[in-house]
């Protein structure tokens, strides 16, 4: 890790999407303490060259093969050229293994893994086993492998770019982890909250996309309206803070100002606020041990006016339900579940499923599975992609 003279190298993987441009932000903001030494997308060629040449980054890395010998990528080829030309390691990878590289990179201390789906497991993997600090937004790879990824961490060298997970976190920053009674992670429940499984029949990607206080990316925002989100972060938070799910009670917390608590022992909470701007939990990843000034307004506690709080619905919301059930089973279960729910996600944005065919072809994947013990990358990656093609046959029916 880079003393306090020198800055802070990073490398962003997902730099093209919602957290990956967010966390670009929270680079130049604080230019003096950090530098980005790599960067990783998956098909946006464009965004990624205009970073890399803003940013002087010289290692990079595009998820998309087929990109390889498209015109579309001169641009990131002439770039690393350059980079090369002037003296400096470069490098261009295309391909998932591409990015692994990256995860690895000797010249990073800190890997942002903010890709999507299972599919960023690998490169946390790869960045926790390099001794990498992994600050990680893809909350998919410790739903899939969180087995395998928590041996290889410690709470400082895993922090979450989740505001929930990254509230509980600085909860328990000094506490004795003995003296949690439980755990309270806060939904906003989504811009659905309310209907019943009736008046979700005919939702459309369009009024599922528009979530009401926080600004991510598709698959994220649609995982938030089922409240499948939560589900995932539930065993993200079962994983990260070694909590049982007895111990995990998720509410709703409709303003989104509570970003989730911790109660102890002695029956007091400890509640973490703030603005809803995903640059303050990523910032605190990237600053950690310290804290930064941050350009984001404060939360204004003279217009905020009343919170409120309820239990979820997991009747109509039926994937926070078998989020729990996986959870609870464990093993290769919440990979299938995940799978099938990446599948179920796109169908749905593709317009080729329905809302509530979300959660119904999430179970029908999973009772197809008996689940195992977590064993390897491998075995996983054969468990996901067996459950890809059960969520495609569910969703053809
Ligand atoms: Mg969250």
């Known amino acids: 890790m880079a003393d306090k003279v020198g800055k802070k190298s990073i490398a962003v993987l997902g730099s093209t999407g919602s957290i990956g441009q967010q966390t670009l932000d929270v680079v130049r903001q604080h230019a003096d303490r950090l530098e980005i030494v790599a960067l990783a997308a998956n098909t946006r060629v464009g965004i ?69 789906g299972a599919a960023g497991l690998r490169a946390s993997y790869a960045a926790l086993k390099a001794g990498k600090v992994l600050a990680l937004a893809n909350k998919e790879s410790l739903v899939v492998g969180g087995d395998l990824l928590m041996p290889l961490a410690t709470p400082q060298t895993l922090l979450p770019i989740d505001s929930e997970h990254g509230a509980i976190y600085q909860c328990l920053l000094g506490e004795d982890p003995r003296e949690v009674r439980c755990l309270w992670l806060t939904a906003s429940g989504g811009p659905f909250r309310g209907r019943s499984a009736d008046e979700l029949r005919d939702i459309t990607p369009e009024e599922a996309l528009a979530h009401p206080t926080w600004n991510m990316g598709a698959k994220i925002t649609i995982d938030s309206s089922t409240l499948m989100n939560k589900g995932l972060e539930m065993i993200e938070a079962h994983h990260l803070f070694a909590m ?16 989730s608590m911790v109660e102890f022992a002695d029956g007091s909470v400890k509640a973490h606020l703030g603005t809803t701007d995903m640059r303050i939990p990523i910032q605190f990843a990237l600053s950690y041990p310290e804290r930064w000034e941050a350009p984001v307004a404060p939360l204004d506690f003279y217009t905020l006016g009343s919170l409120d709080f309820a239990a979820p619905d997991t009747d109509t919301f039926r994937c926070l339900y078998l989020a729990r059930i996986a959870g609870e089973a464990g093993g290769t279960l919440p990979c299938v579940m995940n799978a099938a729910n990446e599948v179920a996600v796109a169908a749905f944005l593709a317009h080729e499923a329905s809302y509530l065919g979300i959660a119904a072809c999430v179970e029908a994947v999973m009772e197809q599975h008996d689940p195992a013990p977590a064993e390897s990358l491998e075995q996983l990656e054969a468990v996901d992609a067996w459950a890809r093609q059960a969520a495609h046959a569910s969703l053809d029916r």
């Open 244 to 259: 049982p799910y007895d111990r995990i009670h998720v509410l709703v917390q409709p303003q989104s100002a509570i970003h």
């Open 48 to 116: 990624l060259e205009a970073q890399a040449r803003e940013q002087g980054v010289a290692h990079l890395a595009l998820g998309d093969e087929g990109l390889a010998a498209d015109p579309a990528a001169s641009g990131l080829r002439e770039h690393v050229a350059d980079c090369a030309g002037a003296g400096r390691e470069a490098s261009l990878c295309f391909g998932a293994a591409g990015i692994v590289e990256l995860a690895q990179l000797p010249e990073a201390d800190i890997v942002v893994n903010a890709l999507v």
